[in-house]
Structures are given as structure tokens and as C-alpha cells.
């Protein structure tokens, strides 16, 4: 009785990936328009996301007592949820099975805990950026050009977001990262202009200016992720704007 009393519902720790979950969902559905299983495929996609971090810290850690009790219960939820999709638009599995491979990628890491590795990162982007292709799919029935450059500018803007998170916290003493970063967002923007994308720079200006002016600053973490939060913010309306 008292283990039972002590089991709980973990919720994830990483507030960053908040914005992941959200942002190329919402996006692949304003863009392929929206319909009401988007409200059930969201509320699955939710609560399969909330089971992950529990297996994860399970897997890391080997305290399967402490973690697997709520990885069940979210993965139950997220079945029953899910079903409903399944039954309406059958093709939503293979999204499933394209995400498999990068998730287990992040299990690996979690095993060897090494979850801050930076390829480990681009593991769970490239997992986010599927979950919008499935939500651009259901409202479009279909794949197309416009979906994966949706996808695209969503992981290169999360990718920009590793590289300046590193620069702040982890990383913020290797000078390698800050290269890393500026280079990164300096080719961005100059690539997006050259292959004929140039208004979409504008996305990604406020990625620039803080990856270049806030290096070296001392910022509490809480207000480092109030400042993501807002460029994230800024991030998804100028997308929509774009795409209007």
C-alpha cells in the first residue's frame, strides 16, 4: 500500500521540448488544414509524448518501480486515443514507425547517460518534426513539398536552439559551441536567401540576435527559458504569417 501511495505521475523536467511538441504540430495543421481529428491526434500525440520521459528516466536510471507505474498509464491513454486516429486515417502508423528509429536512438543515449549528447538532440528534433508531417497529413491526405519544408524550417530552427542552449549552460566555457553556433546561424540565414527563401529570414532573426548578443552573459536558467519561450512564440506566428 504504501508503494502505491508513493507512485506518481512524472511529468517531463525538459521544458524546452514543450515547444517542440507544440510548434511543428501546429504548423502542419494550420498548413494542411485543420479538421477535427486534429484535436484527438494532438491529445494522443500529448500524452504518448508524457510516457517517453518516464521509459527514458526508467531506462537511465534502472528504477523501473519509480517510473514504469505512470509510463503505462500515459501509453494506455495515448493507445486509446490514438486508436480513434488509427480507425479514421489508417496511414498514421507508418508516422509511428518513422519515429521508432529516432527514439530508440534516445533510448541508447538514456541507457549510456549521455541524454545531453548533441546527436541525441537531433534524435528528438527529427521525432517532433514527424509529428507535424503527421499533422500536416491529416488534414491534407497527402505528403507534399510544402509539408516537408514546413518540417524543415522547424528542425532548423530547433536545431539553432541546441547549439545556443549549449552556448549558455553546458557548453558555455567551449569556445568551439560559440563557433558552432554563430557559423550555424550565420550559414541559415545566408542559405535561406541563396535557394530563394529570403522572407523567411525573418523567422529567424531573434535566433540570431540572441545567439550572438546574449553569448557570454551570465542569465538565470529561468529567464534563459522565458526567452526561449518567447522566440519560440515569435517563431510560430512568424511562420503562420508566411504561410498565410
Known amino acids: 500500500m504504501k508503494n502505491r501511495q508513493k507512485q506518481k505521475w512524472i511529468v517531463p523536467k525538459q521544458h524546452g521540448a514543450w515547444a517542440m511538441l507544440i510548434i511543428p504540430f501546429v504548423l502542419g495543421a494550420y498548413a494542411g488544414g485543420l479538421t477535427w481529428l486534429h484535436l484527438p491526434l494532438f491529445v494522443g500525440w500529448f500524452f504518448l509524448y508524457l510516457a517517453t520521459y ?31 486516429c488509427l ?21 541508447s543515449y538514456a541507457k549510456r547517460k549521455q541524454e545531453r549528447a548533441f546527436w541525441n538532440d537531433v534524435a528528438a528534433i527529427i521525432v517532433f518534426c514527424v509529428a507535424g508531417l503527421a499533422s500536416f497529413y491529416v488534414g491534407r491526405e497527402e505528403l507534399t513539398i510544402e509539408a516537408f519544408e514546413l518540417a524543415a ?52 532573426v531573434p535566433s540570431v540576435v540572441r545567439a550572438v548578443y546574449l553569448y ?26 508566411l504561410y498565410s
Open 153 to 204: 524550417f522547424c528542425f532548423l530552427f530547433f536545431l539553432g536552439s541546441t547549439f545556443y542552449v549549449k552556448t549558455m549552460i553546458r557548453e558555455k566555457k567551449n569556445p568551439m559551441y560559440k563557433w558552432l553556433s554563430w557559423g550555424y546561424h550565420g550559414i541559415l540565414m545566408i542559405a535561406l536567401v541563396v535557394i530563394g527563401y529570403p522572407l523567411f529570414v525573418l523567422a529567424y
Open 87 to 107: 480507425w479514421y486515417v489508417p496511414s498514421l502508423f507508418y508516422f509511428g514507425v518513422a519515429m521508432l528509429p529516432f527514439f530508440l536512438i534516445n533510448l
Open 54 to 84: 518516464p521509459l527514458l528516466m526508467a531506462v537511465k536510471l534502472k528504477r523501473t518501480q519509480e517510473y514504469m507505474w505512470s509510463f503505462y498509464r500515459y501509453t494506455a491513454i495515448a493507445a486509446v486515443i490514438l486508436a480513434i
Open 216 to 241: 557570454g552573459k551570465s542569465l538565470p536558467i529561468m529567464k534563459l527559458g522565458i526567452l526561449e519561450i518567447a522566440n519560440a512564440a515569435y517563431f510560430l506566428i512568424a511562420m503562420i504569417v
